[in-house]
């Protein structure tokens, strides 16, 4: 079933319900619910990360969990505000594997994502951000319909066919995964730079 073609999307909790129907691909299956974006029905930036993790998936609410945390500080420190940013997606369900009673994330495939894009696309649409932040390769792809790497899109923000500025960064969660401390307190500079970059060409 198709919710996104069966009738017009007019409003966030509209579109919260038909992505909590949606059947487009088999990750409804597994997780507990669908997890929709959230933040203000208009919002200057729009931050558009991979997919709920396990705290997303029951909470029903993105970047609750560690990387949540993450992003908060750095969003902070950028002096973008949280509460006035809308964040959201690219995969609106939770794509895991089973280790013993632990549910550990699995990156979505192309299909999958593709799939998912009428809603991303939904959401951008109702919310009209001047400058989408995107999170990770996943993210990216479902904004640009290309494999990017983010090394090559970082630093540079470009403008999308519809005028919208794109900026390309790290997805928060690949901080948590440096166990160099030195390291990791670079790297999340570098990615607060991002983000302070995305708030300037929000402001043009």
Not at 34 to 42: I, K, L, N
Not at 70 to 78: E, F, G, N, P, R
Not at 141 to 166: E, F, H, Q, Y
Not at 167 to 191: C, G, M, N
Request: glycine share 6%.
């Amino acid at each position: 079933m198709d919710q996104a073609d069966d009738k017009p999307v007019t409003s966030l909790r509209q579109l919260a319900a038909a992505e909590n129907e949606c059947r487009r691909c088999p990750l409804y299956r597994d997780a507990t619910q669908a997890v929709p974006g959230e933040g203000p029905s208009r919002a200057t930036f729009m931050l558009v990360g991979e997919q709920p993790g396990d705290k997303e998936d029951i909470a029903g609410k993105p970047f609750v969990g560690p990387a949540g945390r993450v992003l908060d500080a750095a969003l902070k420190d950028a002096g973008i505000d949280r509460a006035q940013t809308f964040v959201t997606n690219a995969v609106k369900h939770f794509k895991f594997e089973m280790r013993g009673k632990r549910r550990l994330h699995k990156r979505p495939n192309n299909y999958e994502i593709e799939r998912c894009r009428i809603w991303l696309d939904h959401e951008r649409e109702l919310v009209q951000p001047r400058t989408v932040i995107a999170l990770g390769v996943t993210a990216a792809r479902s904004l640009t319909g290309k494999t990017l790497t983010i090394a090559k899109m970082r630093k540079v923000p470009t403008t999308m066919a519809d005028g919208t500025t794109l900026v390309v960064t790290i997805h928060p969660s690949a901080l948590l995964r440096i166990e160099d401390e030195a390291d990791k307190r670079a790297a999340y500079q570098d990615f607060v730079a991002d983000l302070k970059a995305a708030a300037k060409a929000g402001k043009r």
